[in-house]
C-alpha cells in the first residue's frame, strides 16, 4: 500500500504560479496529476514515469511542468500562467504503470488539495 500526500496548493491570481508536490511512502513506477472542478469530470493534468517519459493534457501544455525525485518518492507539478478555469481540487496519483494512470486507473489517490485562481 502506498500513501500519497500533497502540499502546494491555494489562491492565486490569474497569470500566477503555484507548485504542487506529492509525495508517496514508496517508490512507484509513475506519478500524476489530475484534477477536477466543480460538476466536471475528474481530468488528466500531467503524468511521469520513472524514466521522465511525460504526458500533459492540452489544457496546460506550455505552462506546466511536470517533475519528480526519484530519491525522495515525490512528483512536482508547476504551474505557470493560472486562469480562472484551472480552479479544481488536484489528485496526486500513482501506479506500477502510466498506461493505466492515464486512464485513471492508477491504484493510489490521495485526499487533494484545492487550487484557486481568482480572476
Known amino acids: 500500500q502506498v500513501q500519497l500526500v500533497e502540499s502546494g496548493g491555494g489562491l492565486v491570481q490569474t497569470g500566477g504560479s503555484l507548485r504542487l508536490s506529492c509525495a508517496a511512502s514508496?517508490?512507484?513506477?509513475?506519478m500524476g496529476w489530475y484534477r477536477q472542478a466543480p460538476a466536471k469530470r475528474r481530468e488528466l493534468v500531467a503524468s511521469?514515469?520513472?524514466?521522465?517519459?511525460?504526458n500533459y493534457a492540452d489544457s496546460v501544455k506550455g505552462r506546466s511542468t511536470i517533475s519528480r525525485d526519484n530519491a525522495k518518492n515525490t512528483v512536482y507539478l508547476q504551474m505557470n500562467s493560472l486562469k480562472p478555469e484551472d480552479t479544481a481540487v488536484y489528485y496526486c496519483?500513482?501506479?506500477?504503470?502510466?498506461?493505466?494512470?492515464?486512464?485513471?486507473?492508477?491504484?493510489?489517490w490521495g485526499q487533494g488539495t484545492q487550487v484557486t485562481v481568482s480572476s
Open positions: 511521469i514515469s520513472t524514466t521522465r517519459s511525460t
Open positions: 514508496g517508490f512507484i513506477s509513475a
Open positions: 496519483a500513482a501506479d506500477r504503470s502510466q498506461f493505466r494512470l492515464n486512464r485513471g486507473q492508477a491504484d493510489y
